[in-house]
T-cell receptor
Framework: GQNIDQPTEMTATEGAIVQINCTYQ??????LFWYQQHAGEAPTFLSY????GLEEKGRFSSFLSRSKGYSYLLLKELQMKDSASYLC???????????FGAGTRLAVHP | KAGVTQTPRYLIKTRGQQVTLSCSPI?????VSWYQQTPGQGLQFLFE???????NKGNFPGRFSGRQFSNSRSEMNVSTLELGDSALYLCASSLTGDSSHGYTFGSGTRLTVV
């Protein structure tokens, strides 16, 4: 079956670091995406990992371990505007579709 | 360049009616995917079109259908609406549909069935 798990909710303090974990079990794997979605808006692309290791992009980093079926999104120097849902999605290349986790709702407090 | 355009943004329909949603992808993109987003289920894949052909379909009943035109614009149709069809419907645009080119989402159409 296809299964992607991530925590439902997380809270963090402005200026801090937060790590959002994602574990997956899918029948195909051609890469893992992280998207950010503010309430009522479109998901926006944050990162894409296809090989094991860490990808860094400004305040955001994403890590992938294919052997463990595990990824995390690291957000540094948190800002209030980072309060949003973060979606982990696996690309099943053989099926040309993204399989999404339920999303992690992050609340950043002053 | 213009982003992904979905129309209408909001829609209210009655049970039993049918509805058609539209998605215009980024210029030059030939792949359009559709997703249903609900609070309980998250984003679920409906179908994907490339060059007017449906390449893949998710686990939704036959009431959900779609098509793509020669200019890559896509429509999805839901017939005999049920209350459970209330959701945000998102389309994603991609150059070819494979992961190397990424996906850009539209702002969605929020459908409410009453």
């Amino acid at each position: 079956g296809q299964n992607i798990d991530q925590p439902t909710e997380m809270t963090a303090t402005e200026g801090a670091i937060v790590q959002i974990n994602c574990t997956y079990q899918t029948s195909g794997f051609n890469g893992l995406f992280w998207y950010q979605q503010h309430a009522g808006e479109a998901p926006t692309f944050l990162s894409y990992n296809v090989l094991d290791g860490l990808e860094e992009k400004g305040r955001f980093s994403s890590f992938l371990s294919r052997s463990k079926g595990y990824s995390y999104l690291l957000l540094k120097e948190l800002q209030m505007k980072d309060s949003a849902s973060y979606l982990c999605a696996v690309f099943s290349g053989g099926y040309n579709k993204l399989i999404f986790g339920a999303g992690t709702r992050l609340a950043v407090h002053p | 360049k213009a982003g992904v355009t979905q129309t209408p943004r909001y829609l209210i329909k009655t049970r039993g009616q049918q509805v058609t949603l539209s998605c215009s992808p980024i210029s030059g993109h030939r792949s359009v995917s559709w997703y249903q987003q609900t609070p309980g289920q998250g984003l679920q894949f409906l179908f994907e079109y490339f060059s007017e052909t449906q390449r893949n379909k998710g686990n939704f009943p036959g009431r959900f259908s779609g098509r793509q035109f020669s200019n890559s614009r896509s429509e999805m149709n839901v017939s005999t609406l049920e209350l459970g069809d209330s959701a945000l419907y998102l389309c994603a645009s991609s150059l070819t549909g494979d992961s190397s080119h990424g996906y850009t989402f539209g702002s969605g159409t929020r459908l409410t069935v009453v």
